[in-house]
């Protein structure tokens, strides 16, 4: 089982940036896609942004122009820059990684989560 860690949250001011880092336990070489998602106190988790194994990205409308996320193909850890931080943006931030291994087992590893708040 890949262990997923976390790390690069904390508190900012709206406006303020911030970088997560997602390093897992050992390469992912057969995931589908790797991603971040987001929950806030009271609400479901949400899908942040996504990285495909060919490096298409996707991301949440209420992100767009503000996050990236990226994948460093040597040891496979997985980012999301952060810029132009909101309130609405406080959350704990989980790292995601799914697809099927070479022997055909499917797998979806998480991290442990990573607070994020923005104050106003």
């Known amino acids: 089982q890949v262990q997923l860690s976390e790390s690069g949250g904390g508190s900012v001011q709206a406006g303020g940036s911030l970088r997560l880092s997602c390093t897992p336990s050992e390469k992912i070489f057969s995931f589908k896609a790797m991603a971040w998602h987001r929950q806030a106190p009271g609400k479901e988790r949400d899908l942040v942004a996504s990285?495909?194994?060919?490096?298409?990205?996707s991301y949440a409308d209420s992100v767009k122009g503000r996050f990236t996320i990226s994948r460093n193909n040597a040891d496979h850890t997985l980012y999301l820059q952060m810029n132009r931080l909101e309130p609405e943006d406080t959350a704990v931030y989980y790292c995601?990684?799914?697809?099927?291994?070479?022997?055909?087992?499917?797998?979806?590893?998480w991290g442990q989560g990573t607070q994020v708040t923005v104050g106003s």
């Open positions: 995601n990684a799914y697809g099927t291994t070479v022997t055909g087992t499917p797998f979806n590893y």
């Open positions: 990285i495909n194994s060919g490096g298409g990205t």
